[in-house]
T-cell receptor
Framework: GAVVSQHPSRVICKSGTSVKIECRSLDFQATTMFWYRQFPKQSLMLMATSNEGSKATYEQGVEKDKFLINHASLTLSTLTVTSAHPEDSSFYIC????????????FGPGTRLLVL | GDSVTQMEGPVTLSEEAFLTINCTYTATGYPSLFWYVQYPGEGLQLLLKATKADDKGSNKGFEATYRKETTSFHLEKGSVQVSDSAVYFCALKSQKLVFGQGTRLTINP
């Protein structure tokens, strides 16, 4: 099946710094990528949907200036957590959409962010 | 809004035991329902799905039936293996995918 990678898998940073997470579709082109966030023992929550070459669409309650999403090519999307704070500590998961509907998303393994 | 509630884990079973992971949902309309599995170090993978009431999704020995009357989509497997150890997510599709919180399953030999 299609493979999606995320880098880094884990990151620890100091409060106030920015962190960039990369999501790559390795063997297919993804016109749409999704970014999710998961708190411990809670659901994956969709943060935003990004289409290549256009601005991301953010879910209600997600600060677009806080979570910058760039989808510059058909195989790469990045999520930048700006001026990170301890409450941003979470598990961030991306997925890349192929044709076939919303359920045909290929998920990355996730990035665990810890902000000290 | 739409939501999914699934059995809180972790669940620990012995090999060859019968597995049930409960999942119920709240949604307007008639969503499609899914089970995803996440093996250690990997991304979520679609395990099975059902698109309408009374449909049964099945894959790798796992089954789930779309029960509209009870708004449920429980995951079952008759005889689990150590390799089934993973986190399982129930989800529904409306305008977006809505996930449950995941259930960690550990199978001991």
């Amino acid at each position: 099946g299609a493979v999606v990678s995320q880098h880094p898998s884990r990151v620890i940073c100091k409060s106030g710094t920015s962190v960039k997470i990369e999501c790559r579709s390795l063997d297919f082109q993804a016109t749409t990528m999704f970014w999710y966030r998961q708190f411990p023992k809670q659901s994956l929550m969709l943060m935003a949907t990004s289409n290549e070459g256009s601005k991301a669409t953010y879910e209600q309650g997600v600060e677009k200036d806080k979570f910058l999403i760039n989808h510059a090519s058909l195989t790469l999307s990045t999520l930048t957590v700006t001026s990170a704070h301890p409450e941003d500590s979470s598990f961030y998961i991306c997925s890349a959409g192929a044709s076939g509907g919303l359920e045909t998303q290929y998920f990355g393994p996730g990035t665990r962010l810890l902000v000290l | 809004g739409d939501s999914v509630t699934q059995m809180e884990g972790p669940v620990t079973l012995s090999e060859e035991a019968f597995l049930t992971i409960n999942c119920t949902y709240t949604a307007t309309g008639y969503p499609s329902l899914f089970w995803y599995v996440q093996y250690p170090g990997e991304g979520l993978q679609l395990l099975l799905k059902a698109t309408k009431a009374d449909d049964k999704g099945s894959n790798k020995g796992f089954e789930a039936t779309y029960r509209k009357e009870t708004t449920s989509f429980h995951l079952e497997k008759g005889s689990v293996q150590v390799s089934d150890s993973a986190v399982y997510f129930c989800a529904l599709k409306s305008q977006k995918l809505v996930f449950g919180q995941g259930t960690r399953l550990t199978i001991n030999p």
